[in-house]
Nanobody, 120 residues
Framework: VQLQASGGGLVQAGGSLRLSCVAS????????VGWFRQAPGKEREFVAAISWAGYSTLYADSVKGRFSISRDNAKNTAYLQMTSLNPGDTAIYYC??????????????WGQGTLVTVSS
């Protein structure tokens, strides 16, 4: 499965962005999806995850209440809606997919990343 992340860009603090992750194969609808991010000079960190059917979601404490993960299996696409953005959210955002769902999953499939820059 190949994943293509998009939707990043430059936004002012307090603004919103929606990231998309499009999968190349129909089997996407059997996979859990996760979003991760990596800020300059920092390690990659978990942001959010959603189960294959979309009934269960997980969020990092740092984004709870501000970010929302969703998916549309008919479109082989997952989304990350980001609101109330702050400069600390600046990072390259990656989507990933795996047959397993839950904390600590080692994702098998990764997209190429999309840059989100939040100006103060």
């Amino acid at each position: 499965v190949q994943l293509q992340a998009s939707g990043g860009g430059l936004v002012q603090a307090g603004g919103s962005l929606r990231l998309s992750c499009v999968a190349s194969r129909r089997t996407f609808n059997t996979l859990a999806v996760g979003w991760f991010r990596q800020a300059p000079g920092k390690e990659r960190e978990f942001v959010a995850a959603i189960s294959w059917a979309g009934y269960s979601t997980l969020y990092a404490d740092s984004v709870k209440g501000r970010f929302s993960i969703s998916r549309d299996n008919a479109k082989n696409t997952a989304y990350l809606q980001m609101t109330s953005l702050n400069p600390g959210d600046t990072a390259i955002y990656y989507c990933a997919a795996d047959r397993n769902y839950g904390p600590g999953v080692h994702y098998d499939y990764w997209g190429q990343g999309t840059l989100v820059t939040v100006s103060s």
